[in-house]
């Protein structure tokens, strides 16, 4: 089996410890540094297949670290997932927007943690990924892209063009989270002409719609909006 190798940049010593401790036991290669420029010239070194990342750090900050990985031509397909203090929903939103790939929210249980590692590194980078996937399947939901058709237990659902562009995105992506900005950009892309900038507005509108209970958009309070796993 080929090991994955994982980066941590963490200055709390214990976390650092059950962390490593846990992805190691997971079979993992792990690697670790306490301050943000260690870091980056360890991920530079290794170049690991993840990164677990915590934004408050000594030295360079996780933000700017995650944009660094993010923007060099060697890096960028190194995943990253951003550890945050409760309720920094707003450093979650930046995260995302300079290319993280998944966040954990401190306290977190180690449990949760290897989970969501393999999870990532399950779906890949983003860049990775096939947004134009044809049809995608969700329990009573199919999206059927070429012939561009919502379908709910078999029957059609009439989407706006818009509302079909970020429904489509957001579940070919599952499990990942977006937020507002991304989805604008990425999922509508700056050609498209969109009456309402407002994302909010385009999500009520594909919920409604699709009538799902609960829906197979959750809404991540303060980050965006995600697909269901
Ligand atoms: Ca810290």
Same mark, same amino acid.
């Given at each position: ?150 379908? #709910? ?69 303060? #980050? ?6």
């Amino acid at each position: 089996m080929n090991r994955k190798k994982i980066v941590i940049i963490e200055d709390e010593p214990d976390i650092l410890e059950v962390l490593s401790y846990n992805l190691k036991r997971e079979g993992f290669i792990v690697l670790t540094a306490f301050d943000g420029d260690a870091g980056l010239s360890l991920v530079k070194k290794e170049k690991p297949d993840l990164v677990l990342l915590d934004l408050m750090l000594p030295g360079t900050d996780g933000i700017k670290i995650c944009s660094s990985i993010k923007n060099d031509s060697d890096l960028h397909n190194t995943l990253v997932i951003m550890v945050t203090a409760k309720g920094e929903e707003s450093d979650v939103v930046l995260g995302l927007g300079v290319g993280a790939d998944d966040y954990v929210s401190k306290p977190f249980s180690p449990k949760e943690l290897v989970a969501r590692v393999k999870a990532v590194l399950r779906r890949g980078t983003l860049l990775e990924l096939s947004p134009e996937k044809e049809k995608v399947e969700y329990g009573d939901l199919i999206i059927d892209v070429a012939k561009h058709k919502i379908l #709910v237990k078999g029957e059609e659902i009439k989407l706006t063009a818009t509302e079909f562009k970020i429904l489509h995105y957001l579940a070919s992506s599952s499990g990942r989270v977006f937020s507002r900005e991304q989805l604008l950009n990425k999922a509508l892309g700056d050609a498209t002409i969109v009456v309402d900038r407002n994302i909010d507005v385009h999500i009520r509108g594909i919920r409604k719609k699709l009538g799902i209970q609960p829906s197979v958009i959750e809404t991540i309070r303060g #980050v965006g909006y995600r697909f269901k796993e």
